[in-house]
């Protein structure tokens, strides 16, 4: 089973800031890597699939990188709306795994 | 546009059987594999089960495995969880979600319908 080890747990931004993410995978998932990010009260929304793919209507500031065993989501500029829990999840080794989350805080 | 719609969720007795069922709207249902992915009460995700278009492949967790049973009604649009034997660690918000494709990611998702096993 592939443990995906997310980081930090808790990002204090202010808004307009850039905001770093990391995932790093136990064992290769190649590029087989999404990100999510989840509101409170609502369901996880996809952002970035196959590591560096924009899903359907995600804004051009959010991007994804790395490949292997350790991946990045870049948010450029903080926008209100963006404060949330984001996750990764792997589809390289089934059954799927996910992060635990890492939560972008407004400071 | 695409929407997923839960229902079936509640409280029930340890050891005692529920049924989700997911109504689909928006795409062609059956060309697309479907999964339960549930979130417990202020944790993160965990995937439950997936079955592919035709259902011809099905899986689950290990944590799962042995007591809840996935199917789907393609000419109902809809994606339905068995779930038996439930334990209190079974106690979570179940998502519906559509997958990119079988063995993926998933791109859209419902709102959710909570489960709590409790006496």
């Known amino acids: 089973e592939i443990v995906l080890t997310q980081s930090p747990a808790t990002l204090s931004l202010s808004p307009g800031e850039r905001a770093t993410l990391s995932c790093r995978a136990s064992q290769s998932v190649s590029r087989y890597l999404a990100w999510y990010q989840q509101k409170p009260g609502q369901p996880p929304r996809l952002l970035i699939y196959d590591a560096s793919n924009r899903a359907t209507g995600i804004p051009a500031r959010f991007s994804g990188s790395g490949s292997g065993t350790d991946f990045t989501l870049t948010i450029s500029s903080l926008d209100p709306e963006d404060f949330a829990v984001y996750y990764c999840q792997q589809r390289s080794n089934w059954p799927p795994g996910f992060g635990q989350g890492t939560k972008v805080e407004i400071k | 546009e695409v929407q997923l719609v839960e229902s079936g969720g509640g409280l029930v007795q340890p050891g005692r059987s529920l049924r989700l069922s997911c109504a689909a709207s928006g795409f062609i249902f059956d060309d697309y594999a479907m999964h339960w992915v549930r979130q417990a009460p202020g944790k993160g995700l965990e995937w439950v089960s997936g079955i592919s278009w035709n259902s011809g492949s099905i899986d689950y967790a290990d944590s799962v495995k042995g007591r809840f049973t996935i199917s789907r009604d393609n000419a109902k649009n809809s994606l339905y969880l068995q779930m038996n034997s439930l334990r209190a660690e079974d106690t979570a918000l179940y998502y519906c979600?559509?997958?990119?494709?079988?063995?993926?990611?998933?791109?859209?998702w419902g709102q959710g319908t909570l489960v709590t096993v409790s006496s």
């Open positions: 979600a559509k997958g990119r494709s079988y063995r993926a990611y998933f791109d859209y």
